[in-house]
């Protein structure tokens, strides 16, 4: 089976750097992936490692390592509407299913 | 482009009625996903298909059932409803190369009484 864990909640101010963990057990799959939803809204794509390392998408980055079964998405200088849950997800390569990990909920404080 | 288009956007049901939930997509995507969405729960897969005419089972899929016919619609259905199918619920779709790209749709809030 797949799991998927987050830490439920991190807060942080304006301008800052925040690091959103995700560490996974599955057995085998395609990559990692990260969403970002506001409240009251859809979940949207934000970035997708199919290989180990740093990817980079304006302020945010995202870093996947598979020999140690982990990835985490970075926020550089946090603005407000950066409050969001943010989700990360992997895709099984036995059965195509994409699994949601639970959640983390970002509060950027002026 | 519409993107993803969920009806209805609410719906109240009372306990033991059935319903459909309809996703429609415009971006000839292969890959369509039904999840559902609860407080501390995250995002849990329903039901999926990869393709027009297929199906397949995701995490939570008891209670629930999903037709592809065309491969633009989704359809989900409730045959019985109960109190513990209130969710928002989301429907979702990518193409098959870049199938870790979901677009999701609005989500239908749904409550049974």
């Known amino acids: 089976g797949q799991s998927l864990e987050q830490p439920s909640e991190v807060t942080a101010v304006e301008g800052a750097i925040v690091q959103i963990n995700c560490t996974y057990q599955?057995?085998?799959?395609?990559?990692l992936s990260w969403y970002q939803q506001h409240d009251g809204g859809a979940p949207t794509f934000l970035s997708y490692n199919a290989l180990d390392g740093l990817e980079e998408t304006g302020r945010f980055s995202s870093f996947l390592s598979r020999s140690d079964s982990y990835g985490y998405l970075l926020l550089q200088e946090l603005q407000m509407k950066d409050s969001a849950s943010y989700f990360c997800a992997v895709r099984s390569h036995n059965t195509d299913k994409l699994i949601f990990g639970t959640g983390t909920r970002l509060q950027v404080f002026p | 482009n519409a993107g993803v288009t969920q009806t209805p956007k609410f719906r109240v049901l009372k306990t033991g009625q059935s319903m459909t939930l309809l996703c429609a997509q415009d971006m000839n995507h292969e890959y369509m996903y039904w999840y559902r969405q609860d407080p501390g729960m995250g995002l849990r897969l329903i039901h999926y298909?990869?393709?027009?005419?297929?199906?397949a089972k995701g995490e939570v899929p008891d209670g629930y059932n999903v037709s592809r016919l065309k491969k633009q619609n989704f359809l989900l259905g409730l045959e019985s409803a109960a109190p513990s199918q209130t969710s928002v619920y989301f429907c979702?779709?990518?193409?098959?190369?870049?199938?870790?790209?979901?677009?999701f749709g609005a989500g239908s809030r749904l409550t049974v009484l």
């Open positions: 979702a779709s990518s193409p098959r190369s870049g199938a870790n790209v979901l677009t």
């Open positions: 298909s990869v393709g027009e005419g297929t199906t």
């Open positions: 599955t057995s085998g799959f395609y990559g």
